[in-house]
């Protein structure tokens, strides 16, 4: 089955249910809060009672995918019944897995997330370019190949990012800003959205010196625990907000184990954020 691009998935689901993406992070502190074990057990319970919470009304969810894989195969397996969960509710999953390597170990990373055989196949990958935009080939290319989308790691929410990412190169250009004219070049010409990503965090105030025109959807984290709010979004992306995915995941998963109380957070998040890009 082929399947429409990533952007345009996207951009129908965004309009149907909100831009809001929520994590699926199963921090340690959270499954002790939520009065679950530490083990492959309370990880399982923890992602299945997010997904039974918010599957139906949220458009994108991001599992986490460092979490799972601290429990080794079995931590895995219980990340790919959340892929399976996730899709059968009608959402979409970024798996945020941040790969990045040489073109031929990339070409690996790619088969396991966005080759349609894989039980992780996802609707979209996050990447690392710092080995270079080029060695994402592969994975622009199977992507492409297979109706999946990329989140490029452009401007980060974490202020370690600033001293790769705003450095200047030989031509005056920044990093960052090189990664996203790399991503408007993929995605020239793609209606309504193009399906290669960039994240650019909510935390990180006026971003009015970056183009953020990149024809693409812009993943942003940093709502909630690291502080940004849904506010502030016009505020860092100007015109761009129309095509921002703001992510929150604590802020949403420190409401539960409860599940009404998950949905009702996750739908505050949701409403706010209609308020502040309306
Ligand atoms: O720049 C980035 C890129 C990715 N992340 C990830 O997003 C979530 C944020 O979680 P919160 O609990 O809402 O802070 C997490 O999975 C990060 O690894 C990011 O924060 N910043």
């Not at 409860?258 to 308020?275: G, H, T, Y």
Request: glycine share 12%; net charge negative.
């Amino acid at each position: 089955m082929t399947l429409e691009p990533f952007g345009a998935r996207l951009r129908r689901a965004m309009d149907e249910r909100g831009p809001l993406c929520v994590g699926i992070d199963p921090h340690a502190a959270l499954l002790e809060s939520w009065g679950l074990p530490d083990t492959v057990e309370g990880l399982e319970r923890f992602s299945r009672t997010v997904v039974e919470a918010l599957g139906g009304n949220v458009a994108v969810f991001k599992p986490q995918s460092a979490f799972f894989e601290r429990f080794g195969s079995r931590g895995v397996a219980v990340l790919e019944r959340s892929v399976a969960d996730v899709r059968a509710a009608g959402g979409l999953v970024v798996m945020d897995a941040k790969r990045g390597d040489i073109g031929s170990t990339m070409a690996a990373y790619a088969e396991t997330f966005l080759s349609k055989d894989s039980p992780l196949f996802s609707d979209a990958l996050t990447v690392s370019p710092y080995l270079g935009y080029g060695s994402l080939k592969p994975a622009v290319d199977l992507a492409r190949e297979n109706g999946a989308g990329l989140f490029v790691l452009a401007l980060t929410s974490n202020p370690e990012g600033a001293e790769v990412q705003h450095a200047l190169r030989a031509d005056g250009r920044s990093v960052g800003a090189t990664m996203l004219a790399h991503l408007a070049e993929e995605n020239a010409g793609a209606e309504p959205l193009g399906s290669f990503g960039a994240v650019v965090g909510a935390t990180l105030g006026d971003l009015s010196s970056y183009d953020l025109n990149i024809n693409g959807p812009l993943l942003a984290p940093g709502i909630g625990a690291q502080g940004a709010t849904p506010a502030d979004l016009p505020g860092v992306f100007g015109a761009a907000v129309r095509n921002v995915v703001p992510n929150v995941s604590r802020g949403v998963l420190r409401h539960g184990p409860d599940v009404a109380a998950l949905r009702d957070s996750a739908e505050r998040f949701a409403d706010e954020v209609r308020a502040a890009v309306a």
